[in-house]
C-alpha cells in the first residue's frame, strides 16, 4: 500500500514558538490531504482539507491563522502552529489520497507545548 | 458533533474469544471504513464496506452494515494479544475518494493473554 509519512514524529517546544510538522507521500501523487488532530483517548477530529495549489479548507472553529497549511507540491503537506499553546499539545495525523483511491494516514506528530 | 458513536467505548475479553464493536451514525453515507489504531500510533485501515453492501469479511475481520438503522459492527474472531488496539468507524460521503472522513469515538480493545 501507499506510504505516507511525517515528520517529527515528536516535537517538544516552549509556548509562544511556532512548530511545522511535514507530511509526505513518499509512493504516489496526493491531490488532496487532510489534517487531524486527536486528543488522549478521543476520536479523531477533522482540522481542514488541502488540495494542491490551492487554499486549505478548514472546518469549523479551526483557526486558520494559527493553523497554517500549505500543500505545495503532490508530495507534501506542512501545517505549521503557530504561536503554540499549552492547550494545543495533541496528536497531529494527516492523511492523503490521490483521485482514485482511499486515504492513507501518516504515523501521527505528537506535539507538546510546555 | 460527532458523526459516529460507538460502543462499547471499552471491551476486555479472554485470548481467543470473539470481539464485537458497533458503530452509529446518522447522515447518509456512500462508505463506512474500519481502522485500527496502536497506543499513540497512526491508523492502519482495516476494511471498507459501501452503502449498497450488507457484509463483507477478510481474514478474521467480519463487517456489517445496516443502512436502515444506521450501524455497522466489527467482528474480530479468535483475538489474539496482537489485536489490542483502538478501533475507529468513519464514514464518508463520497465513492471513495478524497472526501474527509468523519470518525467515530472509537472502542479500546484489551485482549487479555
Known amino acids: 500500500g501507499a506510504v505516507v509519512s511525517q515528520h517529527p514524529s515528536r516535537v517538544i517546544c516552549k509556548s509562544g514558538t511556532s512548530v511545522k510538522i511535514e507530511c509526505r507521500s513518499l509512493?504516489?501523487?496526493?491531490?488532496?490531504m487532510f489534517w487531524y488532530r486527536q486528543f488522549p483517548k478521543q476520536s479523531l477530529m477533522l482540522m481542514a482539507t488541502?488540495?494542491?495549489?490551492?487554499?486549505?479548507?478548514?472546518e469549523q472553529g479551526v483557526e486558520k491563522d494559527k493553523f497554517l497549511i500549505n500543500h505545495a507540491s503532490l508530495t507534501l503537506s506542512t501545517l505549521t502552529v503557530t504561536s503554540a499553546h499549552p492547550e494545543d499539545s495533541s496528536f497531529y495525523i494527516c492523511?492523503?489520497?490521490?483521485?482514485?483511491?482511499?486515504?492513507?494516514f501518516g504515523p501521527g506528530t505528537r506535539l507538546t507545548v510546555l | 458533533s460527532q458523526q459516529g458513536e460507538e460502543d462499547p467505548q471499552a471491551l476486555s475479553i479472554q485470548e481467543g474469544e470473539n470481539a464485537t464493536m458497533n458503530c452509529s451514525y446518522k447522515?447518509?453515507?456512500?462508505?463506512l471504513q474500519w481502522y485500527r489504531q496502536n497506543s499513540g500510533r497512526g491508523l492502519v485501515h482495516l476494511i471498507l464496506?459501501?452503502?449498497?453492501?450488507r457484509e463483507k469479511h477478510s481474514g478474521r475481520l467480519r463487517v456489517t452494515l445496516d443502512t436502515s438503522k444506521k450501524s455497522s459492527s466489527l467482528l474480530i474472531t479468535a483475538s489474539r494479544a496482537a489485536d489490542t488496539a483502538s478501533y475507529f468507524c468513519?464514514?464518508?460521503?463520497?465513492?471513495?475518494?478524497?472526501?474527509?472522513?468523519?470518525f467515530g469515538t472509537g472502542t479500546r480493545l484489551t485482549i487479555i493473554p
Open positions: 492523511s492523503a489520497s490521490h483521485d482514485q483511491g482511499e486515504q492513507f
Open positions: 509512493d504516489f501523487q496526493a491531490t488532496t
Open positions: 447522515t447518509s453515507i456512500n462508505n
Open positions: 468513519a464514514t464518508d460521503g463520497s465513492n471513495f475518494g478524497n472526501e474527509k472522513l468523519t
Open positions: 464496506i459501501r452503502s449498497n453492501e
Open positions: 488541502s488540495n494542491e495549489g490551492s487554499k486549505a479548507t478548514y
